[in-house]
């Protein structure tokens, strides 16, 4: 997709008397009296939240989680952050999109077409929308559920939260809209959205709200969790049935899993729902460049995590477990490892006969010395922002995995299940099926807290692994009510060194023996599984109390 920009609206009013975060001024550019006349009209004004939709070349998204870690701390995740005054989530730029998205929805009904062409662009908006409140709700819990632009004299302004359930509710009520609405895959006009990619939403929130309300029993929302679920899988099983997409696959497992990010396009690829259209000095990118200059890299546990390819994890394996050097932790392990973190495949010769060169791994930019090298080409000239490698915005990858997670949620699922989902991803890198009954135990599960079966420990790992540094795991740990496991030392840690110890990205934060401490290690709180809001906009709307849980 090539995003358009074609029109910019910005201006912001300023209050203290309301709930002043979901005011804007209307766009200042369109003439009222002739704008809202025609579906081309429409298209314009949705052209202008393109932008909305993910760059599609994310390899770095996870530092703030148990997967990737940042040289320096999340404030956040370290406990360190501070109630503001005013502005932080809750800010007016934070509510300013969905203010023009109503703009539109108390607007395009003067414009002149037939239903299906003015839908159209109304399944758009709504999307977008969905979008919108579908972050916000993750970040901030319950929160106001406009559908209209507000002025001075808005009783809205003045108006309580929607509670998290309804909220959601209504985002999918938008993307059923879209679903509805929006052209069939392949009959869309280039470059813009269609039904597969809203049902791919639709999937991702379903499976989100539905874990979040059965893990998170304190919300009393446990009984609309497998109506969620349901539908997930349903959404999902629209888009996995008629066989559109497919997960990349050559028959190169030592390589598939890598060239899937660093091919140059992506337009044809089958495991793109939605892939994003990057040209040279029109839309450049720095995916593998930035991975260069990550200041960042995965954590202990993180690898600890993947498979070795007989199918077992490192607690049960027969094969060697050694991790002296980056080529002995690799040697015998799922294949996505040599494609994920760089190894010695991208040394020189050079770099090799240098004595320990294994502990050059661990740099400025890389503390941990688990380099990521998704979406890194070797073979691109130096240079910032010069990429131009297709995104991928939606991956069918994805689709696969929240099916059979939601599946398995239900306990529905079947080996043929596992067999179109898992185990496509598995054929991938040359790996054993997962079966439905496992086949073993792992003594290093995490430890979620609660019951957990064997089939969703190793559905969560498989997701861990293939979506890693796509900016998915913060989420999940919420969602799973799983923050706890931030806890685990290992989580913040890298790869052993010469010396016998493990590098130590945050000394101030980490005993040399990596034992856990209280009050310097890291130690997770619930209120972290939401923001809080704006101490200002609590004064100035007191129906927006109580705070969210925990924040003071």
């Not at 809750?90 to 023009?100: E, G, L, M, P, Y």
């Not at 050097?325 to 240098?354: H, P, V, W």
Request: glycine content about 6%.
């Amino acid at each position: 997709m090539k995003l358009k920009y074609m029109i910019y609206i910005a201006a912001t009013l300023s209050l203290t008397s309301c709930n002043d975060a979901f005011l804007e001024r209307a766009p200042q550019n369109l003439n009222e009296q002739t704008f809202w006349t025609s579906a081309n009209d429409l298209k314009t004004y949705a052209n202008g939240f393109y932008s909305l939709i993910p760059s599609g070349v994310s390899n770095l998204d996870d530092t703030d989680s148990d997967t990737q870690v940042p040289n320096n701390i999340n404030t956040f995740l370290w406990g360190q952050y501070v109630v503001p005054t005013e502005g932080g989530a809750w800010s007016q730029d934070n509510w300013s999109t969905i203010r023009k998205l109503n703009y539109f929805m108390t607007h395009y009904q003067s414009a002149q077409g037939t239903e299906a062409e003015i839908n159209n662009y109304v399944g758009e908006i709504r999307f977008f929308r969905a979008l919108q409140y579908f972050d916000k709700i993750k970040t901030l819990g319950d929160v106001p559920w406009l559908e209209k632009d507000l002025n001075v004299d808005s009783e809205e302004l003045y108006g309580p939260r929607t509670a998290r359930n309804e909220v959601a509710k209504k985002i999918i009520e938008d993307l059923d809209f879209a679903i509805q609405w929006l052209p069939d895959a392949g009959s869309e006009e280039a470059n813009r959205l269609n039904k597969d990619i809203a049902r791919h939403v639709k999937a991702r929130v379903c499976l989100h709200e539905g874990t979040y309300y059965k893990y998170h029993t304190e919300l009393n929302y446990a009984s609309e969790a497998n109506g969620l679920l349901q539908q997930a899988a349903e959404a999902s099983d629209a888009l996995i049935n008629p066989g559109r997409y497919e997960i990349y696959n050559t028959g190169h497992p030592e390589s598939d899993y890598h060239n899937l990010f660093i091919m140059e396009d992506k337009s044809k690829l089958k495991e793109a729902i939605l892939y994003i259209d990057y040209m040279e000095d029109k839309r450049m990118h720095n995916m593998s460049h930035g991975s260069e200059e990550a200041s960042a890299g995965f954590s202990k546990d993180f690898v600890d995590c993947i498979l070795y390819n007989d199918g077992l994890p490192k607690g049960v394996t027969t094969q060697p477990t050694a991790d002296n050097t980056i080529k002995e932790e690799m040697k015998g392990r799922d294949l996505r490892f040599s494609q994920l973190i760089k190894n010695d495949a991208y040394l020189t010769e050079e770099d090799l006969e240098k004595d320990n060169y294994d502990d050059d791994y661990v740099d400025n930019y890389h503390l941990t010395g688990y380099h990521t090298i998704k979406g890194y080409n070797p073979n691109l000239p130096s240079g910032y922002y010069i990429e131009t490698s297709d995104g991928i915005a939606y991956r069918y990858a994805e689709t696969l995995l929240i099916n059979v997670e939601a599946k398995a949620e239900l306990e529905t699922l079947t080996q043929k299940d596992l067999d179109n989902t898992i185990n496509k991803l598995r054929d991938r890198v040359n790996m054993p099926h997962l079966n439905l009954n496992v086949g073993f135990t792992d003594p290093n599960w995490p430890d979620y807290g609660y019951p957990l079966s064997p089939i969703l420990q190793e559905i969560r790992r498989e997701r861990r692994i293939e979506l890693a540094g796509e900016g998915f795991r913060f989420d999940d740990l919420c969602r799973w009510k799983a923050g706890h496991l931030l806890d685990n030392v290992k989580t913040y840690i890298g790869k052993k060194l010469s010396t016998g110890k493990y590098a130590i990205v945050y000394p101030n934060y980490t005993n040399d023996d990596l034992s856990y401490q209280e009050g310097k290690s890291r130690k997770w709180d619930d209120k972290m599984y939401l923001y809080p809001i704006a101490t200002g906009e609590l004064q100035r709307n007191p129906q927006l109390l109580p705070q969210n849980p925990g924040w003071k």
